[in-house]
Protein backbone atom coordinates (compact mmCIF):
# COMPACT_ATOMS: atom_id res chain seq x y z
CA UNK A 1 0.00 0.00 0.00
CA UNK A 2 0.87 3.67 -0.61
CA UNK A 3 1.12 4.12 3.18
CA UNK A 4 3.96 1.42 3.47
CA UNK A 5 6.24 2.92 0.33
CA UNK A 6 9.43 3.50 1.10
CA UNK A 7 10.28 6.00 -0.66
CA UNK A 8 13.84 7.79 -1.35
CA UNK A 9 14.53 9.61 1.85
CA UNK A 10 13.89 6.21 3.54
CA UNK A 11 16.75 4.14 1.62
CA UNK A 12 18.98 7.16 1.80
CA UNK A 13 18.46 6.83 5.79
CA UNK A 14 17.98 3.33 6.52
CA UNK A 15 19.44 1.08 3.35
CA UNK A 16 22.21 -0.60 4.97
CA UNK A 17 24.50 -1.65 2.22
CA UNK A 18 26.26 -4.07 3.95
CA UNK A 19 23.07 -5.88 5.52
CA UNK A 20 21.76 -6.29 1.97
CA UNK A 21 25.14 -7.80 0.63
CA UNK A 22 24.31 -10.68 3.35
CA UNK A 23 21.70 -12.10 0.75
CA UNK A 24 25.14 -12.76 -1.15
CA UNK A 25 26.87 -14.72 0.64
CA UNK A 26 27.03 -17.11 -1.79
CA UNK A 27 26.68 -21.18 -0.16
CA UNK A 28 25.02 -19.83 3.07
CA UNK A 29 21.44 -19.68 1.67
CA UNK A 30 20.15 -22.52 -0.89
CA UNK A 31 17.46 -20.58 -1.57
CA UNK A 32 19.05 -17.28 -2.00
CA UNK A 33 21.64 -19.28 -4.66
CA UNK A 34 19.08 -20.05 -6.56
CA UNK A 35 18.18 -16.58 -7.01
CA UNK A 36 21.26 -15.37 -7.65
CA UNK A 37 21.75 -18.49 -10.19
CA UNK A 38 18.68 -17.26 -12.04
CA UNK A 39 19.73 -14.26 -13.00
CA UNK A 40 23.52 -15.00 -13.76
CA UNK A 41 22.54 -17.36 -16.20
CA UNK A 42 20.38 -15.16 -18.38
CA UNK A 43 23.19 -12.20 -18.04
CA UNK A 44 25.65 -14.48 -19.83
CA UNK A 45 23.57 -13.62 -23.23
CA UNK A 46 24.42 -10.00 -23.05
CA UNK A 47 26.48 -8.50 -25.87
CA UNK A 48 27.30 -4.45 -26.93
CA UNK A 49 29.79 -1.76 -25.94
CA UNK A 50 28.21 0.21 -23.23
CA UNK A 51 26.24 -0.63 -20.74
CA UNK A 52 24.55 1.44 -18.17
CA UNK A 53 23.47 -0.60 -14.81
CA UNK A 54 19.98 1.08 -13.11
CA UNK A 55 20.23 1.11 -9.31
CA UNK A 56 23.07 -1.22 -9.03
CA UNK A 57 23.20 -0.85 -5.33
CA UNK A 58 26.34 -2.06 -3.39
CA UNK A 59 26.07 -5.22 -5.61
CA UNK A 60 27.89 -6.26 -9.26
CA UNK A 61 26.79 -9.74 -9.70
CA UNK A 62 24.70 -8.50 -12.38
CA UNK A 63 27.72 -7.25 -14.35
CA UNK A 64 30.02 -10.08 -14.10
CA UNK A 65 29.22 -11.47 -17.43
CA UNK A 66 28.40 -8.31 -18.95
CA UNK A 67 32.20 -7.44 -18.86
CA UNK A 68 32.98 -9.96 -21.21
CA UNK A 69 31.47 -7.81 -23.60
CA UNK A 70 30.93 -4.72 -22.48
CA UNK A 71 34.02 -2.22 -22.16
CA UNK A 72 32.48 0.80 -20.48
CA UNK A 73 29.81 -0.27 -17.83
CA UNK A 74 28.56 2.64 -15.51
CA UNK A 75 26.60 1.71 -12.88
CA UNK A 76 24.27 4.23 -11.37
CA UNK A 77 22.67 4.21 -7.77
CA UNK A 78 20.32 6.25 -5.26
CA UNK A 79 22.17 5.99 -2.15
CA UNK A 80 25.49 7.47 -0.98
CA UNK A 81 26.65 4.70 0.85
CA UNK A 82 25.77 2.28 -1.35
CA UNK A 83 27.83 4.31 -4.40
CA UNK A 84 30.38 4.13 -1.64
CA UNK A 85 30.23 0.13 -0.73
CA UNK A 86 30.89 0.34 -4.37
CA UNK A 87 33.55 2.02 -4.46
CA UNK A 88 35.75 -0.01 -1.73
CA UNK A 89 35.04 -3.09 -3.77
CA UNK A 90 36.42 -1.23 -7.02
CA UNK A 91 39.38 0.35 -5.34
CA UNK A 92 40.15 -3.27 -2.90
CA UNK A 93 40.12 -1.18 -0.25
CA UNK A 94 39.72 -2.89 3.61
CA UNK A 95 35.96 -4.03 4.49
CA UNK A 96 35.01 -4.53 0.78
CA UNK A 97 33.06 -7.15 0.44
CA UNK A 98 33.71 -10.44 -0.69
CA UNK A 99 32.61 -11.31 -4.18
CA UNK A 100 34.70 -14.19 -4.90
CA UNK A 101 32.42 -17.30 -4.17
CA UNK A 102 29.96 -15.58 -6.79
CA UNK A 103 32.73 -14.42 -8.83
CA UNK A 104 33.76 -17.91 -9.23
CA UNK A 105 30.59 -19.75 -9.66
CA UNK A 106 29.64 -17.00 -13.12
CA UNK A 107 33.23 -18.59 -14.34
CA UNK A 108 32.08 -21.99 -14.00
CA UNK A 109 28.93 -21.36 -15.81
CA UNK A 110 31.07 -19.40 -18.69
CA UNK A 111 33.78 -22.57 -18.77
CA UNK A 112 36.79 -20.71 -17.18
CA UNK A 113 36.24 -21.95 -13.85
CA UNK A 114 40.01 -20.28 -12.76
CA UNK A 115 39.51 -17.26 -14.39
CA UNK A 116 38.04 -15.22 -11.75
CA UNK A 117 40.79 -13.37 -10.53
CA UNK A 118 41.05 -11.96 -13.94
CA UNK A 119 37.18 -11.48 -14.38
CA UNK A 120 37.28 -9.24 -11.33
CA UNK A 121 40.40 -7.24 -12.71
CA UNK A 122 38.22 -7.13 -15.86
CA UNK A 123 34.99 -5.62 -14.19
CA UNK A 124 36.81 -3.15 -12.03
CA UNK A 125 38.25 -1.75 -15.23
CA UNK A 126 35.11 -2.05 -17.72
CA UNK A 127 33.27 0.20 -14.76
CA UNK A 128 34.39 3.71 -16.06
CA UNK A 129 31.98 6.04 -13.45
CA UNK A 130 29.76 5.03 -10.17
CA UNK A 131 27.04 8.11 -10.57
CA UNK A 132 24.18 9.54 -8.83
CA UNK A 133 20.53 8.31 -9.89
CA UNK A 134 17.36 9.20 -9.27
CA UNK A 135 14.59 6.38 -11.63
CA UNK A 136 11.97 9.74 -11.20
CA UNK A 137 14.09 12.47 -12.57
CA UNK A 138 13.78 12.34 -16.62
CA UNK A 139 17.55 12.33 -16.85
CA UNK A 140 18.23 10.10 -13.66
CA UNK A 141 21.61 11.10 -14.07
CA UNK A 142 21.11 14.69 -13.96
CA UNK A 143 23.23 16.76 -13.69
CA UNK A 144 25.09 14.27 -15.71
CA UNK A 145 24.66 13.68 -19.41
CA UNK A 146 25.50 10.43 -21.10
CA UNK A 147 25.81 9.13 -24.44
CA UNK A 148 22.62 6.62 -25.09
CA UNK A 149 23.99 2.77 -24.62
CA UNK A 150 23.64 -0.48 -26.11
CA UNK A 151 22.55 -1.84 -23.04
CA UNK A 152 20.92 -0.76 -19.86
CA UNK A 153 20.16 -3.43 -17.25
CA UNK A 154 18.16 -3.07 -14.10
CA UNK A 155 17.41 -5.58 -11.47
CA UNK A 156 14.55 -5.55 -8.65
CA UNK A 157 15.35 -1.15 -9.00
CA UNK A 158 11.96 0.20 -10.33
CA UNK A 159 9.75 -2.07 -8.27
CA UNK A 160 11.49 -0.46 -5.08
CA UNK A 161 11.41 2.85 -6.03
CA UNK A 162 8.13 3.18 -7.59
CA UNK A 163 4.61 3.51 -5.38
CA UNK A 164 2.34 2.22 -8.72
CA UNK A 165 2.46 0.99 -11.74
CA UNK A 166 1.84 4.27 -13.38
CA UNK A 167 4.99 5.87 -11.49
CA UNK A 168 7.23 2.58 -12.64
CA UNK A 169 5.82 3.31 -16.41
CA UNK A 170 6.90 6.97 -15.75
CA UNK A 171 10.68 5.53 -14.35
CA UNK A 172 10.95 3.26 -17.26
CA UNK A 173 10.31 6.05 -19.49
CA UNK A 174 12.53 7.81 -17.99
CA UNK A 175 15.33 5.56 -18.12
CA UNK A 176 14.95 4.53 -21.77
CA UNK A 177 15.89 8.03 -22.54
CA UNK A 178 19.64 6.26 -21.79
CA UNK A 179 19.20 3.80 -24.10
CA UNK A 180 20.19 4.07 -28.11
CA UNK A 181 17.11 3.15 -30.42
CA UNK A 182 17.20 -0.99 -30.82
CA UNK A 183 19.42 -1.01 -28.14
CA UNK A 184 18.09 -3.58 -24.87
CA UNK A 185 16.65 -2.94 -21.82
CA UNK A 186 16.83 -5.67 -19.12
CA UNK A 187 15.21 -6.21 -16.53
CA UNK A 188 15.28 -8.99 -13.57
CA UNK A 189 13.69 -9.19 -10.61
CA UNK A 190 11.18 -10.89 -8.68
CA UNK A 191 6.91 -11.07 -9.11
CA UNK A 192 4.43 -10.69 -6.68
CA UNK A 193 6.68 -9.53 -3.99
CA UNK A 194 5.83 -7.27 -1.89
CA UNK A 195 8.04 -6.33 0.98
CA UNK A 196 12.15 -7.24 1.38
CA UNK A 197 14.35 -6.91 4.48
CA UNK A 198 17.32 -5.35 4.69
CA UNK A 199 19.13 -6.57 7.83
CA UNK A 200 15.93 -5.58 10.60
CA UNK A 201 14.79 -3.12 8.38
CA UNK A 202 10.88 -3.56 6.47
CA UNK A 203 11.47 -1.92 2.58
CA UNK A 204 8.41 -2.01 0.32
CA UNK A 205 8.40 -3.40 -3.14
CA UNK A 206 5.82 -2.61 -5.99
CA UNK A 207 4.21 -6.04 -6.56
CA UNK A 208 4.24 -7.02 -10.54
CA UNK A 209 2.58 -9.22 -12.21
CA UNK A 210 3.66 -11.32 -15.39
CA UNK A 211 0.72 -8.73 -17.44
CA UNK A 212 2.16 -5.95 -16.85
CA UNK A 213 5.62 -7.14 -18.07
CA UNK A 214 4.15 -8.08 -20.77
CA UNK A 215 2.31 -4.75 -21.24
CA UNK A 216 5.47 -3.02 -20.44
CA UNK A 217 6.90 -5.57 -23.12
CA UNK A 218 4.93 -4.06 -25.70
CA UNK A 219 5.67 -0.53 -25.60
CA UNK A 220 9.40 -1.32 -26.13
CA UNK A 221 8.47 -3.53 -29.67
CA UNK A 222 9.11 -6.78 -30.71
CA UNK A 223 11.87 -8.10 -30.10
CA UNK A 224 11.72 -9.06 -26.70
CA UNK A 225 11.85 -12.27 -24.19
CA UNK A 226 10.32 -12.22 -21.27
CA UNK A 227 11.37 -15.95 -18.48
CA UNK A 228 10.06 -16.07 -15.60
CA UNK A 229 10.81 -19.37 -12.66
CA UNK A 230 8.93 -20.36 -9.85
CA UNK A 231 11.46 -20.18 -7.60
CA UNK A 232 10.23 -21.34 -4.09
CA UNK A 233 8.34 -23.66 -2.37
CA UNK A 234 4.46 -22.22 -1.10
CA UNK A 235 5.17 -24.07 1.46
CA UNK A 236 5.85 -20.49 4.05
CA UNK A 237 7.55 -22.11 7.15
CA UNK A 238 9.87 -23.50 4.64
CA UNK A 239 10.21 -19.49 2.52
CA UNK A 240 10.75 -18.55 6.28
CA UNK A 241 13.60 -20.55 6.78
CA UNK A 242 15.74 -20.32 3.42
CA UNK A 243 13.88 -17.68 1.87
CA UNK A 244 16.33 -14.58 0.86
CA UNK A 245 13.71 -12.04 1.73
CA UNK A 246 12.07 -13.22 5.10
CA UNK A 247 8.60 -13.56 4.43
CA UNK A 248 7.02 -12.59 1.28
CA UNK A 249 3.87 -10.65 0.31
CA UNK A 250 2.48 -13.87 -1.57
CA UNK A 251 3.34 -17.73 -1.45
CA UNK A 252 5.33 -18.55 -4.34
CA UNK A 253 7.71 -16.45 -5.66
CA UNK A 254 8.59 -15.99 -9.52
CA UNK A 255 12.24 -14.68 -10.58
CA UNK A 256 11.44 -12.64 -13.87
CA UNK A 257 14.19 -11.88 -16.50
CA UNK A 258 13.27 -9.84 -19.88
CA UNK A 259 15.06 -8.61 -22.52
CA UNK A 260 13.15 -5.78 -24.08
C1 LIG B 1 16.56 -4.25 -4.03
S1 LIG B 1 17.88 -3.09 -4.27
C2 LIG B 1 18.64 -3.80 -5.72
C3 LIG B 1 20.12 -3.52 -5.82
C4 LIG B 1 20.85 -4.22 -6.99
N1 LIG B 1 20.37 -3.78 -8.29
C5 LIG B 1 20.70 -5.73 -6.88
O1 LIG B 1 20.08 -6.33 -7.73
O2 LIG B 1 21.23 -6.32 -5.95
C6 LIG B 1 17.02 -1.66 -4.86
C7 LIG B 1 17.93 -0.50 -5.21
O3 LIG B 1 17.20 0.58 -5.79
C8 LIG B 1 17.76 1.80 -5.28
N2 LIG B 1 16.81 2.92 -5.40
C9 LIG B 1 15.81 3.27 -4.55
N3 LIG B 1 15.18 4.39 -5.01
C10 LIG B 1 15.80 4.74 -6.16
C11 LIG B 1 15.61 5.80 -7.10
N4 LIG B 1 14.67 6.72 -6.92
N5 LIG B 1 16.43 5.85 -8.18
C12 LIG B 1 17.38 4.92 -8.37
N6 LIG B 1 17.61 3.89 -7.52
C13 LIG B 1 16.83 3.80 -6.43
C14 LIG B 1 18.03 1.43 -3.83
O4 LIG B 1 18.89 2.34 -3.19
C15 LIG B 1 18.62 0.04 -3.97
O5 LIG B 1 20.01 0.06 -4.18
Redesign the pocket.
Known sequence: TMAGFT??DV??EE?DPKA?LE??NFGTNALGDECVIF?LKHFCSLKGDTLI???????I??LLSACECFENIIT????DR?RQELEMWLKKEPGAFDWSPVVKYVCELEGNRDKWAEKEAKLRKAIKQVLK????KSN?VDPVVLPQADCLI????F????ADLDAYRA?LKNVSSLLKLGGHLVL??DLGCSF?M?GTKR?S?LVLREEFLREAKAFRGPHSILRTRAHCNPDTSLQNRYSPYPVWGEGILFNFFCIF
Not at 159 to 162: D, G, H, K
Open positions: GGYQFFYFADIGTGPTHQSEYVNCDVHPSVECEASCACGYVFC
